[in-house]
């Protein structure tokens, strides 16, 4: 292997939320455990060398003024979204600066809708999205994803179109690949998706920012080429944040074929002058897209197998636990309401166990899920391997 995976980095003291938060309160990391953090989606393996590299390339230069990007900022996004998802009629004029995902996402839903309107979502529901409607004063109506006869998360397509009808819900928030369960979409679930969203007037906002870590054999298809209404009706966001853990330099992008949408999306988060992008970010980007396919082809190896060995490693010693292995993203979502039910515990002391023995993973009931945690897997595998065998001996007790 090429690159560093396996170096298990110390992050306390450098202002990392990961390992010096922990998301349950007045529950702490017992005396003599380290912490192993599994909650927040970053990943604890060393930044790609590509990256770090473009950036202390832009250090030499020493002035950091104003700036605007050039055009080979947007030359890379073209040719990652050509080379990586198979895009061959995106221009730089689809291409709009946002200050992450979630931010570009609180634009569209201000500029769509108004406080007080109702939102489609699919459950499990990625809690950065019920924060944006709470802080815009929109409601969330959950839509659940349904698992089929082999545990696969399905949208209910019925349950959608009745939904959006009952609401006269006009604006949906699409995951896709799917935050938390994993689920990366096939076409024609998408196209179906889409149809019952036409037939609505929906417009709809495509949270694409986990489609570049896929499991071997997987394909991520994008929203807006499934048909020419996708295309047009859809506000996609994407960003190289989860891809490469750049979560600190902020920094993502939309693609935006339909001009109406277009002007009033970046008229929006223009309006505030926050919407600034960062010449660090972009330096980042940059060297990330320009250079770095084969790290992301590695890390998404290593994933794999770390996703492989801890749902065979949790059928084998968690009876009553179910999850299906993830087609993309790094996250194991873990659906425990068999098992705290024939052994009498509550969710919250199933977490507070984790924890106490130093693996900090995160309430799955945040996701709109009952009896359920999320895990993080991008972590070096002597972490996993630690992490999981603490879990059987203190916490699946």
Known sequence: MTYDFTTVLDRRGHDIIAVDYIPLPGVTVAEGFSTIPMWIADMSFPTAPCVLEAIEERLRFPNLGYFSAPEEYYQ?????????????????????????????????????????????LHAPTYVGFTHVLENTGRTAVHTDLVRDENGIWRMDYEDMDRKLKEHRIHLAIFCSPHNPTGRVWERWEIEKAMEVYARNDCIVISDEIWSDILMPGVQ???????????????????????????????????????PRLRDRLRRESESTHYNSQNVLSMAGLIGAYRKGGP???????VVDGNLRYACDYIEANFPGVRVMRPQGTYMLFLDCGDWCRAQGVKID?????????????????????????????????????EALERLKKYAFI
Not at 109 to 116: H, S
Not at 241 to 249: D, H, N, Q
Not at 366 to 382: C, G, K, T, V
């Open 349 to 385: 002391e199933l977490l507070a166990r984790g924890v106490r023995a130093g693996v900090v993973w995160q309430n799955g009931e945040s996701f709109f899920w009952p009896d359920s945690i999320r895990m993080n897997l991008a972590l070096p595998f002597s972490l996993l391997q």
């Open 295 to 301: 790290w992301v082809d590695e890390m998404c190896a």
């Open 76 to 120: 890379a996004i073209l040719d990652w979204h050509r080379q990586r998802k198979g895009v061959t009629d995106l221009g730089k004029e689809h291409i709009g600066y946002e200050n992450g995902v979630l931010g570009g996402v609180s634009s569209a839903i201000r500029m769509l809708t108004t406080p007080g309107d109702k939102i489609l």
């Open 220 to 258: 991520h298809i994008p929203t807006q080429t499934v048909s020419e209404d996708a295309k047009q009706r859809t506000i996609a966001f994407y960003a190289p944040s989860k891809t490469f853990s750049l979560a600190g330099l902020i920094g993502s992008y939309h693609v935006v074929y339909n």
